[in-house]
């Protein structure tokens, strides 16, 4: 138990890395706003990027900087999909006046 | 709300109080492995001889498990209020202090540029195009959860507990190969010199260090995600666009709600 609480290794960051993804895909699942999804998903993305780091200091050697320019690539890569995801939902908003992704039943045949 | 930001207030209140604390928890050197990295304690003299104002604080130690648990559960609370706030603000605000803590957790993880950069651009530009859409949209939830009855509870809950257990397991079995090894500071990685300058030792993780692997062999990657991101803007605009551009005000649902 002492171990667990003082003794903090790469097992805390995996497994907070692994709590935050949980948390976002039960956001996904379950909420319906389409704003709160789009915020679980970078939750989701964060946790990755956390895991990234975290095994990147395992090595913690020169090559093992490639994670960390990975982890800014998938950061770049988040904002693209904030960016056209908020897009989108503004468009949905503007024809439907609400984002509640239930209603959101147009493509369903 | 306020738990919340009591528990912020508390984690700045430690991070300053922490340098004491690490400082005050001896780094035992013998523990270090004498093969790691270029060798043992010698790139560290490297680095002090060079850079007499870097201090180097290792992420181990009764401080540092302090800051580790208190950041934890900061991340995870805002993770919380993120998925349980039916205010849209208050799940922004959550998921704000959310990311604060993942960069403080970045930190430890010797990640410096990373950190930052989660701090500008997650905390700073992604969080305040969220609050202008909801500013946009500004329209409170009247259900936040779908119903789903008492079989659909039931399903989700042993899914997510089964999730949970198998995880649970993952993780409590992991070993890590060498803990000495694992648990030391990464030694400072040596860039070859540009100009007259010769081979230089720098920190590692630090903005130098990044950018010398993100302008090397990510410098591909580092082009592409550029082109994408003027994609994305250009795509944001097509799509955000009133589709009638001369009743553009009147269809402005934000002046008439």
Not at chain 1, 53 to 71: K, P, Q, V
Not at chain 2, 12 to 24: D, K, S, Y
Request: aromatic share 8%; net charge neutral.
């Amino acid at each position: 138990m002492n171990d667990l609480l003082f003794d903090v290794g790469y097992g805390h960051f995996l497994a907070l890395a692994a709590v935050l993804f949980l948390i976002g895909v039960a956001g996904v699942l379950v909420r319906r706003n389409a704003l709160i999804i789009l915020m679980s998903v970078e939750l989701m993305l964060n946790a990755a990027n956390m895991t990234l780091l975290t095994f990147s200091r395992m090595w913690g050697d020169e090559s093992a900087l490639s994670a960390h320019t990975f982890a800014l690539i998938v950061i770049g890569v988040a904002a693209a999909e904030a960016c056209v995801g908020l897009a989108i939902v503004v468009a949905v908003f503007r024809g439907r006046r609400n984002v509640d992704v239930d209603k959101l039943t147009t493509l369903r045949h | 709300m306020k738990l919340f930001a009591w528990l912020i207030a508390a984690a700045l209140i430690l991070g300053v109080a922490t340098p004491a604390l690490v400082h005050a928890q001896p780094v035992p050197t013998a523990e270090r492995p004498p093969g790691q990295g270029q060798g043992g304690d010698a790139p560290h003299a490297i680095v002090s001889k060079t850079h007499p104002h870097d201090d180097i604080v290792e992420s181990r130690g009764k401080g540092m498990a302090l800051l580790f648990w208190i950041f934890a559960a900061a991340a995870i609370t805002g993770a919380l209020f993120v998925v349980t706030r039916r205010n849209l603000i208050a799940a922004v605000m959550g998921m704000v202090g959310s990311f604060i803590a993942i960069a403080a957790v970045y930190m430890m993880l010797y990640a410096q540029f990373l950190a930052v950069i989660q701090m500008l651009v997650y905390a700073g530009a992604i969080m305040v195009l969220f609050v202008f859409v909801i500013m946009i949209l500004n329209r409170p939830e009247d259900e936040p959860v779908a119903p789903t009855g008492r079989i659909g509870t039931a399903i989700g809950g042993l899914a997510i507990l089964y999730m949970v257990g198998r995880l649970a397991m993952i993780l409590v079995h992991v070993t890590l190969p060498n803990k000495a090894i694992a648990l030391a500071s990464p030694a400072p990685i040596m860039l070859p010199g540009w100009g007259s300058a010769g081979p230089e030792a720098v920190g590692w993780g630090t903005v130098k260090a990044v950018g010398a692997d993100l302008f090397g062999p990510g410098l591909f990657p580092f082009e592409a995600i550029s082109i994408l991101l003027l994609v994305a803007v250009v795509g944001a605009i097509a799509i955000a666009r009133p589709l009638h551009p001369d009743d553009g005000t009147d269809a402005d649902p934000g002046t008439h709600p």
